[in-house]
């Protein structure tokens, strides 16, 4: 089974998200739209794993985020991965002025890195995916939607995190289905 860990958002956000998919959509792009329902941030993926995985993994995963409280986060500008020059991803940036989401993921990374998952080599850069960008098609007109986006118009909508899922992930014609698998309480 193709498996992640991550973290929800609230519906506030999912509507701000939606809002700005249906923005850059008039552009042209060639891209494929992430789902409402299927907005999440990644803490780690893992990929594929034996079913007979998951009980450990959510050993380790109850252990990893015990010390964690609750946290919020909120929404923090609109970008592109990776440069304006070859956009691939079309992403919304989250933040969290505690730094708890940053520990929380270096967590998660160093708790599966200890199970024979790779440790990530990219700093952590938090972010909801919008859109995967295909090709240069609309490029240009991309580039000139986000230098007029007035980032300020962008509502963070903060929300409280305080669990962390284990989600399979079924890849499809019609896009990937997410199963939660488990969760994991933040502390209050």
């Known amino acids: 089974m193709r498996t992640f860990i991550a973290i929800d958002v609230s519906s506030e956000m999912i509507n701000?998200?939606?809002?700005?998919?249906?923005?850059?959509?008039?552009?042209?792009?060639?891209?494929?739209?992430?789902?409402?329902?299927?907005?999440?941030?990644?803490?780690?993926?893992?990929?594929?794993?034996?079913?007979?995985?998951?009980?450990?993994?959510?050993?380790?995963?109850?252990?990893?985020?015990?010390?964690?409280?609750?946290?919020?986060v909120s929404l923090d500008g609109v970008g592109v991965f990776p440069h304006l020059r070859n956009p691939r991803v079309l992403w919304v940036g989250l933040k969290d002025e505690e730094g708890t989401l940053a520990r929380l993921q270096s967590a998660v990374d160093r708790a599966m890195a200890g199970e024979g998952f790779p440790p990530e080599t990219r700093k952590f850069s938090p972010h909801l995916t919008l859109a995967r960008i295909k090709s240069p098609k609309g490029k240009q007109a991309l580039k000139n939607e986000l230098e007029t986006l007035d980032q300020t118009e962008l509502e963070p909508h903060p929300c409280v995190v305080d669990a962390v899922h284990l989600y399979e992930s079924q890849l499809t014609p019609k896009g990937s289905i997410y199963t939660e698998l488990a969760n994991f309480k933040l502390n209050p």
């Open 16 to 72: 701000t998200l939606e809002s700005l998919q249906s923005r850059f959509k008039t552009l042209g792009l060639h891209a494929s739209w992430t789902r409402p329902g299927n907005m999440h941030l990644t803490l780690k993926f893992l990929g594929e794993i034996d079913p007979g995985r998951v009980p450990r993994l959510n050993e380790i995963l109850t252990e990893t985020v015990a010390p964690f409280g609750s946290f919020r």
